[in-house]
């Protein structure tokens, strides 16, 4: 807070955001200098979107640095921000707004989790198909803004499908929506996505309207495995040619399809279909007959819905949680895009580096996204050396994914090593834009300062 401290004194921020909301909701910031949470003097539970914008007004007025916070389980993502004097938390902000059934859309405000919609919705037979990590945790507001996706991204697509409208407060006040509550909107630009996954540093979202799908009659997950990597790569580009439409196609590492309770002596792929019955057993002995034919086998078939989303949940949760991470721990998550058929060398090349390293590794990539995310977790007495082991893990793997074309986000990392390196690992050419709509939107740089791309 050394900014401020000449304007006020910490005493007088805490009473000026008394008079917006109770006491109750002005509680002392995380302090404790964790890497993976943010550090802030106060913390501010507004309860509606009126508080929110005065909390903003005064943030900007006295040049306070505002950290907007959901869950917190992504405090970890994004460079590192600069010094944060006060954590905008919109827990208090949360439940849903109106559920129009008959026509397939839900509004909600921003601090509901992800998993109080997908309750509220499933009494009518419907969800939200964001498959996120965390979703116990995670709010609807920091999925957004992070721009978060989990492997049903194969079949449904990613947040930008599905939202179609919000109200995002801007940092002097202003409300302003974005998009309007009709499926079908045509109408001027869609700045719906110029906010997702600006990581809260253009404004602070209270609400948002989705499309939403009716909950599938019949699902099933397959896992197939006991082949070798080129096996696997066939069978993903006769599949990419068939008329089959899975909902979920994922190559993960023998790690990561052993925590579903399965051993493969290498990589498996995970291919998942959602439809009508019939629909999903046709795939299913369409995919069986393939396997045979290739010499791949066909593991498990998971077809009780439970079975079904414990096995996602799996692979969604292999990006860490601020919230589960002490500072002993050095935990690192990459994500990597590329082309679909690039996924086996993303796969070969995370785990020859891990290998190199001594690092366990977790790997989930999407044959249908091209969009591949990898963790690797380590811990030892002396984490300033593991920490430089991590650090150059990530730079090796970022040369490695250049030299095949495929571009990288560190997605989550600890303080210390988010310092010391570039989190994307590329300048687009399209800084001068972005500068220029964050000297609009923000010209005080109080939101999240310096956590995206540029320094922005």
């Not at 404790?32 to 009126?50: H, M, V």
């Not at 939403?212 to 997950?221: D, V």
């Not at 044959?367 to 995310?373: N, Q, T």
């Amino acid at each position: 807070m050394d900014g401020t401290k000449a304007k006020l004194e910490n005493g007088q921020i805490s009473s000026s955001l008394e008079r917006i909301v109770s006491e109750n909701n002005i509680l002392p910031g995380d302090t404790n200098r964790s890497e993976y949470r943010i550090d802030a003097y106060l913390k501010a539970l507004p309860e509606n979107e009126k508080q929110v914008a005065e909390i903003l007004c005064f943030a900007d007025e006295h040049r306070l640095s505002v950290a907007p916070q959901g869950g917190g389980t992504k405090d970890a993502y994004g460079q590192s921000t600069k010094s944060i004097d006060l954590v905008l938390s919109l827990k208090a902000m949360s439940g849903v707004l109106e559920h129009s059934a008959g026509d397939l859309m839900v509004t909600v405000l921003a601090g509901t989790t992800l998993r109080e919609l997908q309750a509220a919705l499933k009494t009518a037979g419907q969800f939200l198909p964001l498959d996120v990590a965390w979703d116990d945790q995670s709010t609807i507001g920091g999925i957004v803004n992070s721009g978060a996706s989990g492997p049903r991204r194969a079949g449904y697509g990613s947040v930008r499908d599905f939202l179609i409208a919000s109200r995002i407060v801007y940092p002097n006040g202003q409300v302003i929506r974005t998009g309007a509550k009709v499926v079908k909107n045509v109408a001027g630009y869609d700045m719906n996505k110029l906010f997702i996954g600006s990581m809260g540093t253009l404004g602070v979202h209270t609400e948002f309207t989705f499309k939403i799908r009716p909950i599938p009659a019949g699902q099933c997950l397959m896992v197939i495995g006991n082949a070798h990597v080129e096996t696997l790569r066939t069978f993903q580009n006769i599949l990419l040619d068939s008329h089959l439409e899975p909902c979920v196609f994922e190559w993960v590492n023998k790690e990561t399809v052993k925590c579903i309770g399965i051993e493969t002596q290498g990589p498996a792929v995970l291919l998942g279909f959602a439809d009508v019955w019939p629909s999903v057993d046709e795939q299913f002995r369409h995919v069986q007959q393939l396997c045979q034919e290739l010499g791949a086998t066909v593991m498990s078939e998971l077809r009780v819905a439970e079975e079904f989303e414990s096995a996602l949940s799996v692979l969604r949760n292999i990006l860490p949680n601020s919230n589960l991470l002490e500072d002993g721990e050095s935990v690192v998550s990459m994500k990597m895009m590329g082309k679909l058929t690039d996924v086996q060398a993303m796969y070969e090349a995370a785990e020859a580096r891990a290998a190199q390293y001594g690092f366990s590794l977790k790997f989930s990539g999407g044959a249908l996204s091209g969009i591949a995310r990898v963790t690797v977790e380590t811990a030892g007495e002396d984490k300033a050396d593991i920490n430089r082991s991590l650090t150059t893990w990530i730079r090796n793997l970022q040369s490695d994914m250049r030299n095949i074309g495929v571009r990288t986000v560190v997605d989550f990392a600890p303080s210390s090593i988010r310092n010391q390196i570039s989190i994307w690992d590329e300048t687009t050419t399209d800084q001068k834009i972005m500068r220029g709509i964050k000297m609009t939107i923000d010209p005080n740089e109080i939101l999240n300062p310096g956590r995206i791309m540029g320094g922005l």
